[in-house]
């Protein structure tokens, strides 16, 4: 009964496991965290959620986790654990689950194999590897032959980044459902999750387990082929080869000259010899014979093809990209996406089947694996009321503007207003100079002419900035050889220039830009799909490059789309500034599905490389007249303001970070006692600090919302906060103190080291207390060393401890 958790993991559990036949050093991870903790956003602060941590987690083979295991102190019973147990154990896709208090195992069999569901073991009855792993392979129907193949261990070299639990979740559903026959599979794994990583590793394992020898990867993007070559397919170098169109000769990469196995030879055919082979779909088909690249193979060449972004061209029945499929329709393919597409005409799911497995953008933010987003949403009267000419309108090239409505469907597609270019750009810049004019970020435009014309307007708003390096804003597109040039540049978290990408199309899927802090969204989209591919540009975490979330800035009301249940990640922060409010939040201001969003004529050059998109028909010429009318003096305003927030558990809030403090401190201590109570036996403060903090509560916060709040601690903010308490700062704290002359039954050097560390709480808060180091500080240091004062002034440790926590209760007495 009066055994800790741990005392019963070290003293029953572990050697029952031990006893039973498990390597502890290689089959069992203890007290494994497997989430990173959400991000939790705040004004510009951040926080880290509570990790999820299994107590046991253990490995019959080295890529499959098996069995997990969650402890319980000797006050709980044998089951206690069993509930919190099976929740990670779904997470995680392992079949058994045991639960224990040290007095025996309660075993419940996930499997769906023969016998009881739910077993009582003695602690000597604990099943070794063998007997489990037999249960497994029975359950799955697992043969010999399959089994050599799922138990292909990953690459894990030296240095090289080991799966995530999802990861290793979708690699070994895949390599299973492979090694049983199956054939058409669909893996949907949201943007920034590790698609091509995950790829990778399940293409190593069937490669080098000899089942799959011949293996096709297939992109849209030429970016998406490089990118993958030189970085997670690395390890493939000399058994790999890149596909491009016969007019290919020479490839670029990262901006340079590289030397990209080619395996289109000078004769302009495809050389065989290779085992690994990655490829656009548009350098492998085309309009006339001679230039189907894919028909140098036989149908039956290769074993796998995987098949990036899915969503696009092979969903469609009618796509060049689908001949490619029927054409090797002998091998397995997996197709891989964040976002499955499903209309009346296009299917990923029809012909890929249900998806083996999915990983959503909710999930990813709720892990802490991707990062949460705020949304500052920008209403312009123009968007909302619409606009209609003057009869007899002329446009500033002298045409006559037709005379109808134009609404928000229209705006830089059809008509043009300048002022409306120069509105957005501004409060783009307004943004980043009240939070930082060097964040990257991505402006969405209609088409390539208006990315041009926002790129220009941006220059215009930054001139002080272009006149220093002309790159501080560039069009990216299609089109633009220039810009596409200096794509490398802006994904490189090391490479300053450029700061800001104008562009339509060409960044909205695949290109991984970890450090965009600011995506714009002035393009209309409809497309549910189009949607979460674009923020997904922002999902990735660089926490080495201060990028723990990102904001969206929507002057297109696209971020309704967050009210359509087919969205899976809500924003943290809606804020809608009026025509005079702060371009930032106030907590956040530096003082110092139609096709309407789908693809337009104009995005899609027909590179042969397929740069932007798939080839097609030529698009008809446009009718006599302009295509676009432009207006230079037609006034555009900002409407509207409002601010939300995401609490803890992903609800939305409109408080202040005061009253959500409020609410989740009396969710747990209902009275102010409830909270002095839990304070004062708690003999390390930080402990309780950390665990508040991961219930969402951010102190720093706090201190810049409430007056006075920099100069008190923790425990009063908390007080004054959530129970109306008037607060005492940390000085007055420590007046009082000194004032009922606490230090008297001291004397000599204790006194001093005491009064010392009064002095430090009162300027520093709790942290130093609580911390060792604060005794190699001045003036403590002069004292003598630690050794010295614990030892020769407290008599030894437990002395030290002990004249710590009295003087803590000294400081909160009468609290």
């Known amino acids: ?78 089951g206690d654990g069993m ?62 032959e399959a089994e050599k193949i799922i138990t292909q261990p990953y690459r894990e070299d030296d240095g090289d980044k080991t799966p995530r639990y999802y990861q290793m979740v979708a690699i070994n559903r895949v390599v299973e459902a492979v090694a049983k026959g199956e054939n058409r599979l669909l893996l ?42 030189v970085n997670d397919f690395k390890p493939f170098s000399g058994a790999m080869a890149k596909l491009s169109a016969r ?5 670029k990469s990262n901006g340079e000259m590289v030397d990209l196995p080619l395996a289109i030879n000078k ?46 061209g092979s969903a469609d029945k009618d796509s060049a990209w689908r001949e490619i499929l029927e054409y090797f329709k002998s091998a397995t393919q997996l197709g891989m996406t964040a976002t499955p ?52 309108k002329l446009d500033k090239h002298g045409y006559e503007v037709e005379d109808r409505i134009y609404n928000q469907r229209d705006f830089d597609r059809k008509l043009v207003l300048d002022q409306r270019t120069v509105l957005v750009a501004k ?28 790129r220009q307007a941006i220059a215009n708003e930054n001139a002080d900035e272009v006149s220093k390096n002309h790159r501080y804003v560039m069009r990216i597109t299609g089109e633009d050889t220039k810009g596409k040039e200096q794509l490398d540049n802006f994904i490189d978290p090391e490479s300053t220039y450029p700061v800001i990408a104008t562009t339509s199309k060409l960044l909205s899927t695949g290109v991984d830009a970890k450090t965009c802090k600011l995506i714009v969204l002035d393009q209309r989209i409809q497309s549910m799909t189009e949607f979460k591919q674009i923020i997904g540009r922002g999902t990735r975490i660089d926490e080495d490059y201060g990028k723990q979330y990102f904001t969206i800035m929507d002057f297109k009301r696209a971020t309704e789309l967050f009210a359509d249940p087919d969205f899976d990640g809500d924003p943290v922060q809606i804020y809608e500034p009026g025509p005079d409010d702060p371009v930032t939040p106030p907590d956040e201001e530096d003082t110092d599905s139609g096709d309407d969003g789908g693809t337009t004529d104009d995005d899609w050059p027909g590179d042969p490389e397929g740069e932007d998109g798939p080839t097609g028909p030529t698009s008809p010429p446009p009718p006599p007249g302009p295509k676009k009318f432009y207006l230079d003096d037609v006034r555009v305003q900002v409407l509207a303001k409002r601010l939300q927030y995401l609490d803890a558990d992903g609800k939305l809030m409109t408080d202040s970070l005061s009253l959500l403090t409020e609410k989740a401190m009396k969710a747990d201590y209902k009275t102010l006692d409830d909270f002095i109570k839990r304070w004062s036996d708690e003999d390390r403060k930080h402990v309780l600090i950390t665990e508040l903090e991961e219930q969402g509560i951010i102190f720093e916060g706090l201190r810049e919302e409430v007056d006075g709040g920099e100069d008190m601690g923790v425990f009063d903010l908390i007080c004054h906060v959530a129970y109306g308490q008037p607060p005492l700062t940390r000085a007055e704290r420590a007046k009082n103190v000194k004032k009922r002359n606490y230090f008297a039954k001291y004397e000599g050097q204790a006194r001093a080291v ?49 004249a710590i926590k009295e003087l803590q209760n000294e400081i909160f007495r009468g609290a």
């Open 267 to 312: 004769k302009r055919r495809v050389d065989t010899a290779f085992e690994i082979y990655l490829g656009l779909y548009q350098a492998l088909t085309g309009p006339e014979e001679k230039d189907k690249v894919y028909k140098d193979f036989s149908p039956d060449f290769f074993d796998l093809i995987v098949i990036d972004e899915c969503h696009r």
């Open 1 to 78: 009964m009066k055994l800790s958790e741990r005392d019963i993991e070290t003293k029953f559990i572990t050697p029952a496991i031990e006893a039973a036949g498990w390597d502890i050093m290689s089959q069992v991870f203890q007290e494994h965290s497997f989430t990173d903790g959400r991000i939790i956003v705040r004004g510009k602060l951040t926080t880290r959620g509570k990790r999820k941590r299994a107590d046991y987690i253990l490995f019959c083979k080295p890529n499959i986790p098996i069995a997990i295991i969650e402890a319980k102190d000797g006050k709980h019973s044998i």
């Open 83 to 144: 509930q919190q147990g099976l929740e990670y154990a779904e997470i995680l896709d392992i079949p058994f689950v045991f639960s224990s208090n040290g007095q025996g195992f309660l075993f419940h069999d996930r499997s769906k194999s023969k016998g009881d569901i739910t077993t009582e073991l003695g602690m000597d009855e604990f099943p070794s590897p063998e007997k489990l792993w037999q249960r497994y392979t029975g359950a799955k129907d697992i043969d010999s």
């Open 341 to 392: 597409k499903e209309t009346k005409e296009v299917s990923n799911i029809d012909y890929f089947n249900e998806p083996i497995y999915t990983y959503s953008l909710k999930q990813g933010i709720e892990d802490g694996f991707l990062a949460p987003y705020k949304v500052l949403r920008y209403d312009l009267d123009k968007d909302l009321v619409g606009y209609r000419p003057e009869k007899g």
């Open 188 to 229: 949907v794994m949201a943007t920034g999750a590790g698609k091509t990583f995950t790829a990778f590793q399940i293409i190593w394992r069937l490669w080098k387990a000899g089942r799959k020898k011949r293996i096709l990867f297939l992109a849209d993007r030429n970016i998406l082929v490089d990118q993958t070559l």
């Open 427 to 454: 409060k783009i810049t307004e943004y980043l100079k009240a939070t930082d004019r060097f964040d990257k970020a991505i402006i969405f435009c209609e088409d390539q002419e208006h990315a041009d014309r926002m």
């Open 247 to 251: 007019a290919k000769t020479i490839e």
């Open 754 to 802: 005491l009064e010392a560390l009064l002095d430090k709480y009162a300027d520093e808060g709790l942290e130093p207390l609580e911390s060792g180091q604060v005794l190699q500080l001045k003036p403590i240091s002069d004292m003598g060393t630690p050794l010295e004062i614990i030892k020769g002034i407290f008599g030894g440790t437990n002395g030290y401890k002990t």
